[in-house]
């Protein structure tokens, strides 16, 4: 995982309200990290998540998401429902989240996926109903085919932004070069190193 993406990863983890789960509208957060295990978890320090480590991260995205929905079943019972979040979508935050939920609430659907570039995909939630199918994931299949796969039970949230990632210190440098620099403190050693 980049610099860059160590810094989006952090701000969308705060922005998911972690420094107080339970007493607010989430009841856990859950990070699923494989590479660069140590280092993540130490730059998360603070913040009230559950850090899931995956130590077959490589075989792919789907036994991620699989591992991570375990382990909402497993350490918050009573879950209604699981977003699922990328670490390198710099625009999520928590008016993101508060907003998939109402939808959840105002459409009656079990899925909502963010509608962007042409197609649905993450930040999505996924109602209880839907955690079997996300346990089913393997390799690199994401939870993208099954919101394909169900569409008659999801609801589209319009989240063009959804489409920008930042992948390669590169994209970070865009990124920031057309976006307001406070909100995504990289040190700028790292960005004039690079």
């Not at 009573?78 to 109402?102: E, G, M, N």
Request: charged share 15%; net charge positive; proline share 6%.
């Amino acid at each position: 995982m980049t610099e860059a993406a160590r810094a989006v990863s952090r701000r969308n983890i705060r922005q998911a309200h972690c420094r107080n789960p339970g007493r607010g509208w989430l009841r856990a957060v859950v990070v699923v990290v494989g590479e660069e295990t140590a280092q993540i978890a130490l730059e998360l320090t603070g913040l009230a998540a559950s850090i899931v480590i995956h130590p077959q991260w490589s075989i792919g995205v789907g036994s991620s998401i699989g591992l991570g929905v375990q382990n909402v079943i497993n350490s918050a019972a009573k879950t209604d429902a699981a977003i699922l979040l990328a670490c390198d979508q710099p625009f999520v935050s928590a008016a993101t989240l508060r907003q998939l939920i109402q939808l959840r609430l105002t459409s009656g659907k079990p899925i909502i996926a963010s509608a962007y570039a042409v197609t649905l995909g993450i930040p999505a939630l996924f109602d209880r109903s839907c955690f079997p199918d996300l346990l089913e994931l393997k390799g690199d299949t994401g939870a993208k085919g099954i919101i394909f796969s169900r569409r008659h039970d999801v609801a589209p949230f319009n989240f063009p932004a959804a489409a920008i990632d930042i992948d390669t210190p590169g994209d970070y440098q865009r990124f920031l070069s057309q976006n307001e620099v406070a909100s995504f403190p990289v040190p700028l050693a790292w960005l004039s190193a690079r």
